[in-house]
């Protein structure tokens, strides 16, 4: 992120148990121990939220942060049916939308890059586990969009993660970073704020 | 919580790796998926947040909550003397801070109930693990307050820990609710709004 004013709006969601918030709370303390920015993270619970979509929200951004919920986010990522429908028409235009091919066909066009990936299928037949199926989506959202470096959520994971889970952590988030194109993974972030 | 207009503020308060956000967490999810209220949590991390105090925030209301930032908790749970430091001045009137004895020494007057419990002693003795600190914490909480019922917090425990922890998880549970005075356990929350 370089130094003129940049602000990021990242919406994960998708269903209960596939770890948006514990993805959502590794990005934000990634940018903020590791890359000197600001963070809010947060989880909105509404009558919605009980038979639903989950979402956890993140702004991160090298100025102060107000107002801490996400209206629209420039990036969103959607691990359901579900959450895809309900916030897709959210998404500010010329954002990313991010989805799982496995769980998520899109229905509308949206005024945002759309990338569908085989994320869960993906990390199941290499890593074996849907445990860190949330660390893949991270590594696939931060090949598409680098907020901030691999090296930062690496550092995270290696003060959260228990040892003997940290190999397979690092091998979710590095299937997760080898999904997306080569030649987009080198660049900053195309999303505009 | 009663059907007249209530909304509690809660911070809970520490360092990194005592599962304070995972106590906040743990407690939104108990009070909108069990009790039907609405909640939100959030961590707010700034560059003070590099050195030193976490805190996670949780506002818990049976109305729509617009604003999702607490600046005067009325219940405020710090677990080091930093933590307690930097938040004990902005508690509001009348609410209840709980500290833990073996970090935090008190050093001034708050206009709030003040409780000091060997929480982090107990749950070493008790349990033999510190990593279920949090959920004795939240049981002590909840013994005082009953914010939300026990039986609300062991239902997102159950959803939320591998079954083979959730013995220690229960037990951590049962000793921070044990450490209350019981004549204390029975009664709806003294915390005022």
Redesign the interface.
């Known amino acids: 992120m370089s130094m003129e004013k940049e602000r990021y709006r990242i919406v994960f969601s998708g269903s209960?148990g596939q770890g948006v918030?514990t993805a959502s709370?590794i990005l934000?303390?990634a940018?903020?121990?590791f890359e000197?920015l600001?963070?809010?993270?947060?989880?909105?619970?509404?009558?919605e939220?009980?038979g639903g979509a989950t979402r956890a929200d993140v702004i991160i951004s090298n100025r102060?942060?107000r107002?801490?919920?996400v209206t629209q986010p420039n990036i969103l990522i959607s691990l359901t049916q579900e959450a895809y429908s309900k916030f897709s028409a959210s998404i500010r235009p010329g954002g990313l939308l991010l989805t799982d091919s496995h769980f998520v066909k899109h229905e509308r066009k949206v005024d945002a890059r759309q990338v569908s990936l085989p994320m869960y299928e993906t990390v199941l037949e290499k890593c074996g586990k849907a445990v860190v199926y949330n660390i893949c989506v991270l590594g696939a959202m931060l090949g598409l969009t680098r907020l901030v470096s691999t090296d930062s959520i690496l550092k995270v994971l290696e003060?959260r993660v228990p040892t003997e889970l940290l190999p397979l952590n690092r091998t979710a988030f590095e299937v997760g970073l080898s999904m997306v194109e080569p030649e987009a993974r080198g660049q900053r972030s195309e999303v505009r704020e």
């Open positions: 209960g918030i709370i934000a303390e940018a903020v121990i000197g600001n963070a809010v993270q947060s989880q909105s619970y509404g009558p939220a009980r102060d942060i107002f801490p919920k003060k």
